[in-house]
């Protein structure tokens, strides 16, 4: 009996994901980048996770999405229409074939081999407590290792940046 | 109740949490049924859809309202009674880009946080002092961001 | 057929979401907002305010509501009409989602979420982006400043609001808001965690652009920043999910350091809870009235830095408490 919230959902998905590919202008892409995360937190809470759920929001959503909006925004100096619009010749329309041909082998395949796919996941609820206390514990090495390797990131993201930054400027007043 | 290691056969629609002999099998469950058979989150969306179904009318009753006619004066972005000049999008904050980077960081690390914070009081003082580790090595690089975006000719 | 309806329609659920705690509620609770807010900032600033819609202009935010659907949505030419009116509604909805977790009593709550905490959080994370695409939608400079400047204001005061309340976190061991409120029967919050209260009071005004925190809506720089080129209803929308938003973080306030609905038995727990709400609120609109506005980039460092520490400070306090073993006092 296929699950109508995971049917929901994985449209919501899907189809942002297409409208995010096949919008005109960037920021309708990102935003459509924007609506298929909140259908995948969606999907994790229906899986049990909504502690995830929330923090993809937050994450995904509210900081990476933010991000692309932001960098489209200040580096297209245009209006964004820069993707010109051109009718898909014969080579085009030969790959959108292969490609829809490709998909449905691949969606036949998966539901012959796992026959219960249109139902929901197994939900399972893991217990918050639980995983700090095993964060905290058996993996913190783990998060150490994570923190060192995150801080590492920025400054060297945050020096390549102000690096080109300095080229440009001392190039500009030469 | 732990099941150290008779997992090697069944994989499949199981989930373990723990490692080595603290492991245990998590049962399935279903969301909880909050109220009239719905779950919480069914609760949400209806009352989201409440809130759509008062805002969206009152939308497009304003637009139909309004009257047309198009008229290049009116139609020009306000600026104070200046004529409008010069594209509208231009680079004025990237001095600031550092703090959307951090934001990201934080943004994760209070993931983290928040499961170390439910667990504080079940965790001995000597495992919390590596989580402390994890935050003081992450104030470093938000003192180099907040040191490059406050020089503004760099930018 | 009818009768299942009659039967959802009068059944507790659909009556606590349409009215009270949900939709009505928030909603005239942000319109006598408005009023409030201008009465009080009148007479911080030695004036009346509206005084003719109704008695002492109570009518007021209906009359503005009123004109406001009536006037012709005006937008400059190359906007993007569609995209603004859309992000003038998700405004709307994202302000108001965080009021099915308020709890207005024992067990009187729309939605009781056992992440009801982080829930509240990655809703308010979403309002940066919306605010930005409003002002890039605008097509003005001024709108777009204004978006941007909010983006940055907002991100920068989030991280400190969330590590301030990693203390009640600690204490209660829960992110369930009923059971937060439960643990406060001996003692609020507010007095173990001042420095988190104080961190998140500071933060939810920067996230509520008011002042001493509004320079993205300054009135004498960018007429009215993002918002500059939203009328008739859109403009509605967005004005009225401001104040939904300060009803919403009064009441979380009210919620994580005040005790909620607790108090002595003379009033209804509701009661309790509304009059706590609306105090924090006008506490909000005193401070408008009150202080002057901050410049952009000491706003940004403050809110990176000394505030986070600040928080910070505040969960190595809380963890003090719990090595002396005071928590005893917020276990049920």
């Known amino acids: 009996m296929p699950d109508i919230a995971f049917l929901a959902l994985s449209g919501l998905v899907i189809v942002s994901a297409i409208f995010a590919l096949e919008a005109r202008e960037l920021i309708y892409g990102a935003v459509g980048l924007a609506f298929s995360l909140i259908g995948v937190a969606g999907l994790f809470i229906l899986l049990g996770a909504e502690y995830l759920a929330m923090f993809q929001i937050s994450v995904y959503v509210g900081a990476v999405v933010v991000l692309i909006l932001f960098t489209i925004m200040l580096v297209r100096r245009e209006s964004g229409r820069i993707l010109e619009e051109e009718e898909p010749g014969r080579l085009g329309r030969a790959g959108i074939l292969v490609a829809g041909l490709v998909a449905l082998a691949v969606a036949g395949a998966v539901l012959v081999l796992v026959p219960a796919s249109l139902e929901a996941p197994e939900f399972y609820r893991v217990p918050l407590r639980e995983l700090g206390r095993l964060l905290a514990s058996s993996y913190a090495i783990a998060l150490v290792i994570l923190g060192l390797l995150v801080g590492a990131t920025i400054v060297g993201g945050l020096t390549l940046v102000r690096v080109e930054r300095e080229e440009k400027t001392s190039g500009a007043t030469q | 109740m732990p099941e150290p290691t008779s997992r090697s056969t069944d994989l499949s629609n199981t989930l373990y949490i723990g490692t080595g002999k603290s492991a245990h099998r998590l049962p399935t469950t279903s969301l909880r049924k909050s109220r009239m058979g719905l779950d919480v989150w069914s609760l949400v969306v209806i009352f989201e859809a409440v809130v759509f179904l008062v805002a969206f009318p009152l939308l497009v009753f304003g637009w139909l309202m309004g009257a047309k006619g198009k008229n290049p004066i009116r139609d020009a972005p306000f600026e104070s009674g200046q004529t409008h000049l010069g594209e509208a999008r231009q680079r004025y904050m990237m001095q600031y880009y550092p703090y959307l980077i951090m934001f990201i960081v934080f943004d994760v690390v209070a993931m983290f946080l928040f499961t170390w914070g439910l667990a504080f009081s079940s965790v001995s003082s000597s495992q919390n002092y590596l989580f402390l580790i994890f935050i003081a090595i992450l104030v470093a690089p938000l003192g180099y961001a907040s040191y490059l975006a406050g020089k503004r000719e760099l930018w | ?332």
């Open chain 3, 1 to 332: 057929m009818i009768s299942l309806v009659l039967r959802i329609i009068t059944s507790r659920t659909f009556l606590e979401i349409v009215f009270f705690p949900g939709f009505l509620n928030v909603m005239l609770s942000a319109a006598l907002l408005t009023w409030l807010e201008r009465k009080v900032i009148a007479r911080v600033q030695l004036r009346i305010g509206p005084l003719y819609a109704g008695i002492s202009g109570i009518l007021q935010p209906i009359a503005d509501g009123v004109k406001l659907v009536f006037k012709e949505a005006i937008f400059p030419e190359l906007a993007d009409m569609k995209l603004l009116m859309l992000c003038a509604l998700g405004l709307m909805m994202l302000a108001f989602a965080p009021a099915v977790v308020i709890p207005f009593g024992e067990g009187f709550v729309i939605a009781d979420m056992d992440v009801g905490l982080v829930y509240v959080f990655a809703v308010m994370s979403l309002f940066p982006s919306v605010i930005l695409l409003i002002g890039w939608g605008s097509n003005s400079k001024y709108s777009f400043l204004g978006g941007l400047r909010s983006l940055f204001q907002q991100v920068a005061y989030e991280i400190p609001m969330w590590f301030s309340v990693l203390g009640i976190v600690m204490l209660t061991g829960t992110l369930n808001l009923t059971k937060i409120v439960e643990a406060q029967q001996r003692l609020w919050f507010i007095v173990p965690q001042v420095l988190g209260f104080a961190v998140f009071f500071t933060a939810a005004l920067a996230e509520l652009e008011r002042t001493p925190f509004d320079l993205p809506g300054a009135e004498t720089e960018l007429v009215m920043g993002w918002m500059t080129e939203l009328s008739g209803v859109p403009f509605m929308l967005g004005f009225l999910a401001m104040y939904t938003k300060l009803y919403v973080m009064s009441a979380l306030i009210t919620t994580l350091f005040l005790g909620g609905w607790s108090g002595p038995g003379l009033l209804p727990q509701p009661v309790w809870f509304l009059l706590k709400t609306f105090l924090v609120a006008s506490v909000v609109v005193v401070i408008r009235g009150t202080f002057p506005r901050v410049r952009v980039d000491i706003l940004l460092r403050a809110g990176w830095t000394r505030l986070l520490l600040l928080a910070l400070a505040n969960i190595f306090v809380t963890v003090a408490l719990i090595s002396l073993g005071l928590d005893w006092v917020w276990r049920i």
